[in-house]
């Protein structure tokens, strides 16, 4: 994995070899722009930069196991730097599963509507459907919760 090593400053982009706004000397960042750096990684692993046949658009590794566990546990990493914003740690970015998208934000279908939480704020939660039968019921005990049906 020899695209993140360190070598000597590198002041043309290795795409095009259009002059750098600024030397730097990791590889991975030594693009001009986001277009030169999807086109260089466009049919090499984003990982190991050796060859490889796409099967589509999202597919940004080859089919090595080490270079796909690279790429979800680094993924800041392997992409673009205009990602990553000044002052912004790995640990300060959610995983894809703990960050909302519009296809998971709203009931697919209307079937939940009408249904509604009430509680009193102080550990006791009620789950009623649009008719106002309660359906489950989160208590507090002691430190931790417990669901109640009906």
């Known amino acids: 994995m020899n695209g993140g090593a360190l070598a000597a400053p590198r002041h043309y982009c290795r795409q095009d070899r259009t002059k750098l706004a600024e030397p730097t000397d990791n590889l991975r960042r030594a693009f001009c722009t986001r277009f030169c750096w999807e086109q260089f990684y466009r049919h090499r692993c984003v990982v190991c930069e050796k060859p490889i046949r796409r099967k589509n658009e999202r597919q940004k590794t080859c089919i090595d ?63 009623y459907d649009k008719d106002g039968l309660t359906l489950a019921r989160i208590e507090l005990d002691g430190s931790a919760y417990r669901l109640r049906r009906r």
């Open 65 to 127: 196991h080490d270079c796909k566990a690279a790429i979800r546990r680094y993924q800041l990493a392997y992409s673009w730097p205009e990602k990553r914003k000044t002052g912004d740690t790995p640990s300060a970015h959610k995983c894809p599963s703990e960050t909302l998208d519009s296809s998971c934000s709203k009931p697919r279908d209307s079937c939940l509507r009408g249904w509604a939480w009430s509680g009193d704020g102080h550990g006791d939660y009620s789950l």
